[in-house]
């Protein structure tokens, strides 16, 4: 237990560092205005995903799975872990749970945001 969480804690620090990095060069390539940076690293953090996933499966790696898929590519962006949830429903054939996480995911996660928002203005404004 101990090693995996080391495992997934040393993921994390790179992957997050890494997102940082990409944040700061999308602003120098492109300025402000667009959340380029954020469509950039759930993109590619998304494909990433993808490769690992086959990678592991067809070359039994699936024991690095907590240091890239939870640590590495979930600190880089937890969008490439809720595209592959929402793959894995669609490969299933479950098409209406599929959409239906997408669609909810999206519309909770933006009402959170907007709940959160609207108390943190009310507690630190």
């Known amino acids: 237990m101990w090693m995996t969480l080391i495992q997934v804690a040393a993921g994390g620090a790179i992957g997050a560092g890494c997102r940082y990095l990409t944040g700061i060069a999308m602003l120098r390539v492109v300025g402000p205005g667009f959340p380029w ?3 950039l690293v ?4 998304s494909f990433l995903m993808g490769v690992f996933v086959v990678y592991a499966a067809e070359r039994a790696a699936t024991h690095l799975g907590p240091f890239v898929m939870i640590g590495l590519l979930g600190g880089f962006t937890t969008f490439s ?3 592959l949830d929402a793959f894995s429903l669609y490969e299933r054939g479950d098409m209406a749970a ?3 996480y997408v669609l909810g995911s999206v ?3 933006l009402l959170a945001l907007f709940v959160g928002v609207m108390i943190g203005r009310g507690a630190f404004a």
């Open 37 to 39: 940076a954020t469509m």
């Open 81 to 83: 872990a809720f595209s």
């Open 107 to 109: 519309v909770v996660s």
């Open 42 to 45: 759930n993109g590619l953090g």
């Open 98 to 100: 599929a959409a239906g």
